[in-house]
């Protein structure tokens, strides 16, 4: 098995954890940095895996620093499931729709800015639809019950008590002959 940090380091922000075990590929987390300009320059970032490589996402809650970038990667081509609690798909139905809206209304507004001193266009980071589509991927999950992921991993959603819906995540890992 192999952890690769890819948020949440050096930062309180962007929690996101990629997962190897044997050839399957998932996410812990996909989330949004948030902070100064250069710490929110990370959002724009391209993700240091191809999305249509990952086969699923465990999200932990709803808080936008660890599920904000979820329409970012469902536009950059993931499909698989998204696991979660349903408190937390209900707080993300609302959070990532507004969130999308806010980059769209940050795009329009640089550009209409950038227009008058002949910028180039500046693209949201997602939009409401890849919010939408995001959302559709959703797989609501039980706190204590046991689910697989990909070959050989189990995990179980256990309560956190951080916000509505928060989970810790026990995770359950065969590979070859060691658990």
Same mark, same amino acid.
């Given at each position: 098995?192999?952890? *690769?940090?890819?948020?949440? *380091?050096?930062?309180?922000?962007?929690?996101?954890?990629?997962?190897?075990?044997?050839?399957? $590929?998932?996410?812990?987390?996909?989330?949004?940095?948030?902070?100064?300009?250069?710490? $929110?320059?990370?959002?724009?970032?391209?993700?240091?895996?191809?999305?249509?490589?990952?086969?699923?996402?465990? &999200? *932990?809650?709803?808080? =936008?620093?660890?599920?904000?970038? &979820?329409?970012?990667?469902?536009?950059?081509?993931?499909?698989?499931?998204?696991?979660? *609690?349903?408190?937390?798909?209900?707080?993300?139905?609302?959070? &990532?729709?507004?969130?999308?809206?806010?980059?769209?209304?940050?795009?329009?507004?640089?550009?209409?800015?950038?227009?008058?001193?002949?910028?180039?266009? =500046?693209?949201?980071?997602?939009?409401?639809?890849?919010?939408?589509?995001?959302?559709?991927?959703? $797989?609501?999950?039980?706190?204590?019950?046991?689910?697989?992921?990909?070959?050989?991993?189990?995990?179980?959603?256990?309560?956190?008590?951080?916000?509505?819906?928060?989970?810790?995540?026990?995770?359950?890992?065969?590979?070859?002959?060691? $658990?």
């Amino acid at each position: 098995m192999k952890i *690769t940090f890819l948020g949440a *380091t050096r930062t309180v922000t962007g929690s996101c954890y990629l997962l190897e075990v044997g050839a399957h $590929k998932f996410l812990v987390d996909c989330g949004m940095f948030q902070g100064s300009k250069l710490i $929110k320059a990370l959002n724009e970032k391209e993700f240091l895996f191809h999305p249509g490589e990952i086969e699923a996402v465990v &999200l *932990t809650h709803a808080h =936008v620093d660890h599920s904000g970038l &979820l329409p970012k990667l469902v536009k950059e081509g993931f499909r698989g499931p998204i696991y979660c *609690t349903k408190s937390t798909e209900e707080l993300c139905s609302i959070l &990532l729709p507004d969130s999308a809206h806010i980059q769209e209304g940050e795009a329009e507004y640089a550009n209409r800015k950038g227009m008058r001193a002949g910028k180039k266009i =500046v693209e949201p980071l997602f939009t409401v639809d890849d919010a939408s589509r995001a959302l559709h991927l959703f $797989k609501l999950r039980s706190f204590g019950e046991p689910f697989n992921i990909v070959p050989g991993v189990t995990v179980t959603f256990r309560v956190a008590g951080h916000i509505l819906g928060s989970a810790f995540v026990e995770m359950s890992v065969t590979e070859g002959d060691k $658990k």
